[in-house]
């Protein structure tokens, strides 16, 4: 077995994930990748609210895919992470973090002292003689951050990094640089989904949008009257049983909350590209099992106007004993790219 390993644990909103990496001279390789449901409301937008139920879920989770490390990176991503470009004063990155407070709590909506705080820089600025520092300023809520590594903890294991989600679909999809100046990332989830543009691996626009996959399958239980569960099959084309009125209101709730979706990135991408002309959103990359959604691709590739394929996380890496088979690990590709990411930011 390698000597050195990393885990990624994804706590989403319908299952928790993780992925073992193990890293070398050899390169990195993907040894372990599994996954549990959750049930409904243990996990409400992005934030543990069960802490038991997950703690359970997690401990399933390494008992049925063979993880043995305790030491665990987790994501965050929800309404209370706050992501902001920013510029600051120009100070050594050795004291930059620990100066973060006293710089930054007019950009906050919240006290900064109940926040977690980070800050990614993108580019040096030398303006009128003058040095200075632009980046993306992370600030998540102290308590929300809590609730999810006390989860983890609950289950025996040990938070050694909180990062933030996006940045980790950044790590594990991001294509290499040269192949396109600057593409956005959309790893679609359950109820929250991540959209991250980069330029060559530098992230400069981040947006964390309540809304996913789960809502299309709430939209269409409601609109046909049937339980989530049956609903999700109905989302996903199974529509044998239904006579042609149901199918014609299911098809139309799908309708209407893919173009409620894809209007959402539309207008992150206008946002994004009135503010950074110098860098254009040449090509989309969708993750997340909400990407899986039939019809949503071809959409968003018609409203944006781009370019849009499918990421794969675990391409550039070795495959280990992982107990998949190559239709295991086709279908886990949407699903890996958070927890795959997160396992890269400890390895980086």
Do not use: C
Request: charged residues 25%.
């Amino acid at each position: 077995m390698p000597g050195r390993t990393a885990i990624g644990l994804d706590i989403g909103t319908s299952g928790v994930r993780a992925a073992e990496l193990s890293y070398g001279r050899g390169g990195i390789t993907l040894e372990r990748f599994g996954q549990v449901a959750l049930p409904d409301g243990a996990v409400r937008d992005g934030e543990v609210v069960d802490r038991a139920t997950v703690a359970a879920a997690i401990k399933t989770l390494w008992k049925g895919s063979g993880f043995t490390g305790k030491r665990v990176a987790l994501g965050v991503a929800n309404q209370r992470v706050v992501v902001r470009q920013v510029d600051l004063p120009w100070i050594p990155a050795a004291e930059l973090k620990a100066s973060l407070p006293l710089q930054v709590q007019d950009f906050l909506p919240m006290p900064v002292e109940e926040t977690v705080l980070d800050f990614h820089v993108t580019e040096e600025l030398h303006e009128e003689g003058r040095r200075g520092l632009r980046g993306l300023l992370v600030a998540a809520s102290r308590d929300m951050v809590m609730s999810n590594v006390q989860a983890a903890e609950a289950a025996g294991l040990r938070a050694t990094s909180v990062d933030l989600s996006p940045f980790a679909v950044l790590r594990s999809v991001a294509k290499p640089h040269g192949e396109v100046a600057t593409e956005a990332l959309v790893d679609i989830g359950a109820r929250v989904s991540n959209l991250v543009i980069h330029s060559g691996g530098q992230p400069r626009f981040v947006r964390v949008l309540l809304t996913g996959g789960q809502d299309v399958t709430d939209a269409v239980a409601e609109r046909i009257g049937v339980p989530a569960t049956y609903a999700e099959g109905v989302k996903r084309g199974a529509v044998e049983e239904l006579d042609e009125r149901e199918r014609q209101l299911a098809h139309s709730a799908v309708e209407l909350m893919q173009e409620v979706f894809v209007d959402e990135i539309r207008s992150s991408l206008d946002y994004y590209g009135a503010a950074n002309p110098r860098f254009p959103v040449e090509r989309i990359v969708v993750t997340g099992g909400g990407s899986q959604l039939p019809g949503l691709v071809e959409r968003l590739q018609s409203v944006t106007r781009r370019e849009v394929v499918a990421g794969r996380p675990t391409d550039g890496l070795h495959l280990g004993r992982t107990g998949l088979d190559e239709h295991q690990l086709a279908t886990i590709q949407p699903l890996a790219a958070v927890p795959v990411g997160l396992a890269l930011g400890v390895i980086s």
